[in-house]
């Protein structure tokens, strides 16, 4: 699945937006790539890339700045 904007919420002066894609890891076994984002009126504040599903070790999450 190519990268797909999931959800955009904004509470206040910050918005979160979340995207994500998924890529085949295997035998039945999906790999989710995930960003979530805080956005103000002057761009970008943070950005965490988080991974989930097959080959991802700890479980549940794998960060991958």
């Known amino acids: 699945m190519p990268a797909t904007a999931f959800a955009t919420v904004t509470l206040g002066r910050l918005t ?3 995207s994500g ?3 085949p890891a295997g035998a039945g076994q ?3 790539y995930m960003t979530y984002r805080t956005v103000d009126d002057e761009g970008t504040v943070s950005e965490e890339h988080v991974s989930y599903g097959g080959g991802c070790s700890p479980k549940p999450a794998c960060k991958t700045k």
């Open 16 to 18: 979160y937006p979340g």
């Open 21 to 23: 894609r998924a890529e």
């Open 30 to 32: 999906v790999m989710w």
